[in-house]
């Protein structure tokens, strides 16, 4: 199997130089507001995204900690298999946020509840299509237990 060489299309820019106390997930993130910087190669892309409400980000999480495959999320107590978390210490450290988007400009997008570092290298941008990617009500494992309600990192995977 060969795998791709990703090369980042963008960064991030966002509030957040340090991970404690900023928000988890950008469902936390209420107005954390962030701007996507594109490499101006690449700028024909994102011809078509003004029509759309949110995106994908799917990103590198750089500064995250070296991989473990269990760890106590931040919203429980009990240690999880990483694939059943969104924890940011993983064998491949990508990052998928559904953020709001505000505006589209030539080589930049203005983005709402962000939930990544500031200079977070992205990989890729995809619409949000709710026919695709929206499941309501359906079944979400240890998270439908509650057991934290934290919405704000600490330091334990950085
Ligand atoms: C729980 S992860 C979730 C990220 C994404 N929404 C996901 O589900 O893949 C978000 C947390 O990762 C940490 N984080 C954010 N950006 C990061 C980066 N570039 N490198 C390492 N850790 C990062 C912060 O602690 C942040 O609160």
């Known amino acids: ?3 791709p060489l990703f090369q980042p299309i963008g960064v991030v820019r966002t509030p957040f130089t ?5 928000p988890i997930q950008p469902a936390y993130a209420e107005d954390a507001r962030g701007v996507v910087e594109v490499v101006p190669a ?18 590198v999480l750089h500064a995250a900690n070296d991989a ?16 059943a978390t969104r924890a940011p210490c993983r064998p491949n450290p990508i990052g998928l946020s559904c953020v709001r988007l505000l505006a589209v400009h030539a080589t930049h997008l ?13 990989l890729d941008i995809k619409p949000y299509v709710p026919v695709y990617d929206a499941f309501p009500g359906v079944r979400a494992g240890w998270f439908d ?14």
Do not use: H, S
């Open 68 to 83: 473990k495959l269990v760890v106590t999320p931040f919203r429980d107590t009990q240690p999880r298999g990483i694939f």
């Open 145 to 158: 237990a509650q057991a934290a309600d934290r919405r704000r990192a600490d330091a334990r995977f950085t």
């Open 110 to 122: 203005e983005i709402a509840e962000v939930d990544m570092l500031d200079n977070t290298p992205v």
């Open 18 to 22: 340090d991970v404690v106390g900023m």
């Open 42 to 59: 690449y700028q024909a892309g994102l011809r078509d995204l003004a029509g759309f409400e949110r995106i994908w980000l799917i990103y």
């Open 1 to 3: 199997m060969t795998t």
